[in-house]
């Protein structure tokens, strides 16, 4: 497998860079269009992506661990295929429309100011993860492990608590009144 260790990459010097069965350690990608770029069996550790982008990126086996996405927009990903043992991606201020996190085992996971929409956590395990004034428009939770999960300012989300698991999660008013839309019952603020 080949290496990379501790290098910038950037749209310049991307385009001939192989990333199938490589493995990046403490590299930093900044403003990166990945478009189509086959990420099977990648391994990025301890990694950075500033302001990257990522449509329709192959991710079968590719192992995310200690990697911080930040203002990245990624559409399409699909989490679920990359390698569990090693999934702990982090993502800051980003953009990602129809993901699928769907059976991910992330917790701690960070989703801080992020926009996250039309995305499948079903099955997920979120334990502790931070949606802090995250905007979940349109995301699926379904049997989703959400145990001290942060949802505080976040915004747009729809959880039925019949179906997901809530212990000590963490909710803003008024936003946390959306969890009783499914109860159809009516609320009056006297």
């Known amino acids: 497998m080949e290496s990379k260790e501790q290098e910038v990459f950037d749209a310049k010097n991307i385009n001939t860079q192989s990333f199938s069965s490589?493995?990046?350690?403490?590299?930093?990608?900044?403003?990166?269009?990945?478009?189509?770029?086959?990420?099977?069996?990648?391994?990025?550790?301890?990694?950075?992506?500033?302001?990257?982008?990522?449509?329709?990126?192959?991710?079968?086996?590719?192992?995310?661990?200690?990697?911080?996405?930040?203002?990245?927009?990624?559409?399409?990903?699909?989490?679920?295929?990359?390698?569990?043992?090693?999934f702990s991606?982090?993502?800051?201020?980003?953009?990602?429309?129809?993901?699928?996190?769907?059976?991910?085992?992330?917790?701690?996971?960070?989703?801080?100011?992020?926009?996250?929409?039309?995305?499948?956590?079903?099955?997920?395990?979120?334990?502790?993860?931070?949606?802090q004034e995250a905007d979940l428009e349109g995301s699926i939770f379904h049997h989703t492990e959400l145990s001290g999960a942060d949802f505080r300012q976040a915004k747009n989300y729809a959880i039925d608590p019949r179906f997901n698991t809530l212990k000590e999660a963490q909710f803003s008013v008024p936003e946390v009144l959306s969890l009783l839309e499914v109860f159809s019952i009516q609320i009056s603020a006297s």
């Open 22 to 86: 490589t493995q990046f350690y403490e590299c930093r990608f900044e403003k990166v269009p990945f478009v189509e770029k086959d990420f099977r069996s990648a391994q990025f550790i301890d990694c950075s992506f500033k302001a990257c982008q990522f449509h329709q990126v192959m991710m079968e086996g590719c192992r995310l661990q200690d990697t911080i996405f930040e203002d990245c927009k990624i559409v399409g990903g699909e989490f679920f295929l990359c390698h569990q043992r090693f």
């Open 89 to 131: 991606p982090r993502f800051l201020r980003s953009i990602l429309l129809g993901c699928n996190f769907s059976q991910v085992k992330l917790s701690g996971g960070n989703f801080f100011q992020s926009k996250v929409k039309d995305c499948s956590f079903t099955g997920a395990h979120l334990l502790g993860a931070n949606f």
